[in-house]
């Protein structure tokens, strides 16, 4: 075998390795604990969850300049929600949908940063907004 070849090899089985002893760390948590979803998709739905409600408070009730962002942070937030719903498990029991899960989780993980990116992008910008319409309405 020539050396690139082996330098492939040796690094698709760290991965492998790698990825084995994740699966192997969150299977048990998921079994100590009783998880329905892993510990880091449950934070992201907490706190996707409080968004999505200031998301719909400030389209309800926030100044008109907010509302827009508002409509579109709650719909990404639906949109990650929806993701993380795809991502929990159905029945607790099953040690073959914990693994799916898990592997799933992994796979769609790059999906799930790309939303949260686009989350905070948006936050960002009702914080912006917000203080300028504070400060406006001070003045």
Do not use: W
Request: charged content about 30%; hydrophobic content about 35%; overall charge neutral.
């Amino acid at each position: 075998m020539d050396p690139v070849t082996i330098l492939g090899l040796a690094s698709n089985i760290y991965t492998f390795v790698e990825v084995g002893f994740k699966v192997v760390r969150q299977y048990k948590d998921f079994r100590r604990d009783r998880l329905e979803e892993t510990r880091d998709n449950a934070e992201r739905r907490i706190l996707t969850e409080q968004l999505r409600k200031i998301s719909n408070d400030l389209i309800s009730d926030g100044p008109p300049s907010l509302a827009a962002l508002g409509v579109e942070c709650s719909r990404l937030c639906d949109e990650l929600l929806e993701l993380l719903d795809k991502l929990s498990i159905k029945n607790p029991g099953s040690t073959r949908e914990r693994i799916g899960i898990i592997l799933k989780s992994y796979v769609r993980s790059p999906d799930i940063i790309s939303l949260e990116k686009r989350l905070e992008l948006y936050r960002q910008q009702l914080v912006t907004n917000f203080s300028q319409t504070l400060r406006y309405e001070v003045h």
